[in-house]
């Protein structure tokens, strides 16, 4: 996979009053310490803020509980290194079960690249010979704001490192086995353990916590006895952990881990101040939705049974959901990414027509051509989601990890559980992964109309 880099994207978010550093083209020490010691108890803060009770499963709870009480102490510290891979929420979701599982292991974290797609109007699919979409790394601070993500797991005693230099990157388009590939000069490659098979493993917290105590002092038995006397820190390396934990199995520690993971400060100021700019021109309240008929997801399509039956699902959960023509609509979708008029034209055709909205709104009507073109494919997304979350009722897609995320992210914003609806994808077939790994809220949230 090829890296690219945008250094007009860092000059307007750092003229926004962010500073970004392109961490991805230097060298970082992280290993330079050799005091491990935690000033503040995990498992004392998680019960304090009741992150390990009323999870609905007593099971995964009680080994949780019984493995954080035990002294089992490998006796070295554990740096968790991950690849983020995918779009946004996918990424978000990575970071999301990354964090939990050093949580858990009282891990120190190595955050990865961030990446973006090169167009959503190419098709997506597993399969190399098939798919026809590229990815691009990018520093994780144009979608994460790096600098309070470091303070607030500073503040539970978890220290997180801004990314490393980079290797050639690993491939994306293959997320199973895409490891990290940084450049660290300070850590010695034996002591490095990669842990397999976690991608959409959707693993309870402690099987996963588990598995990765009982690999990594496995590694340290068989290391050279003076090496392993030596060292005070052993690496974790892992794939790309999106939907690696079963997240519905511990709803209230997801969703502080969540909170504890804050979006790109320079684009949630750029959505307040698209909304304010809204506002000043007639649009003071809005409805939203996510349209996700772009042509990377044209699969999903032919599985709903096409074009107009994917409309028709889409126009009777926005009616379900109370969007009428009384009230403007924000209007998310990758067709304004890409020259699609013909299929956007169709769209706000069907949404005026069917009385769904007084009238139809983007962001390109009010944030400035130049501003947008700066920002790549996922900032251009996150931007997005940041105003939606900002809409008085909300209308998704079921199988979209967008839609999924940002229902929920709403509800932690505040906004009542019948404000967001997701129209019903249960043909894709990924209703029960989502149920059992995209649950961040408590209790969990799944909206879809039937």
Known sequence: MRERHRPAVLLLLSAAGVLLLIHGLIGYPILTSRSGTVQRSLLSTL???????????????????????????????????????????????SHLSAFILATALRAEVVLPPACFRNSFGLHYDMDIKRNKMEWFTTPVNTLLDVPRVIENWKALGIKVYETPGLQPAPNLTQPSTAFPAFIQSDVDPRLILRLPDVYLARSPLAALVARSRAALARHLRDLDPGLAA???????????????????????????????????????????????????????????????????????????????????????????????????????????????????????????????????????????????????????????????????????????????????HRRMRGHAQEASLLVDAARIGTDAMFEAAAVITHPPLMHVVQ
């Open 230 to 408: 030596s060292t005070d820190y052993l690496v974790l390396d892992l794939p790309c952990t999106f939907f690696a934990l079963r997240t519905a199995r511990i709803p209230a520690l997801a969703t502080r881990v969540a909170a504890l993971l804050p979006f790109n400060a320079a684009l949630e100021a750029l959505a307040a101040r698209t909304v304010a700019a809204m506002a000043a021109a007639g649009v003071p309240a809005f409805n939203g939705v996510h349209l996700r008929v772009e042509k990377d997801a044209g699969d999903w399509t032919i599985i709903m049974g096409g074009v107009g039956r994917m409309w028709h699902l889409y126009t009777q959960t926005m009616r379900r959901a109370g969007l009428d023509a009384r009230t403007p609509l924000y209007v998310a979708t990758g067709l304004l990414t890409y020259g699609a008029s013909k299929e956007w034209a169709y769209a706000q055709r069907v949404l005026l027509s069917k009385g769904l909205a007084s009238r139809v709104v983007i962001k390109n009507q009010f944030v400035p051509a130049f501003e947008l073109a700066e920002l790549n494919t996922e900032q251009q997304a996150l931007l997005d989601f940041l105003i939606l979350a900002r809409a008085v009722r909300f209308v998704g897609f079921g199988s979209s990890t967008f839609s999924y995320y940002l229902t929920q």
């Open 47 to 93: 019960v304090s803020k009741n992150l390990l009770n009323n999870t609905g499963a007593a099971g995964d709870d009680y080994e949780l509980r019984e493995w954080l009480r035990g002294a089992r102490s490998l006796g070295r510290r554990v740096v968790l290194r991950y690849s983020a891979c995918g779009g946004l929420i996918n990424q978000q979701y």
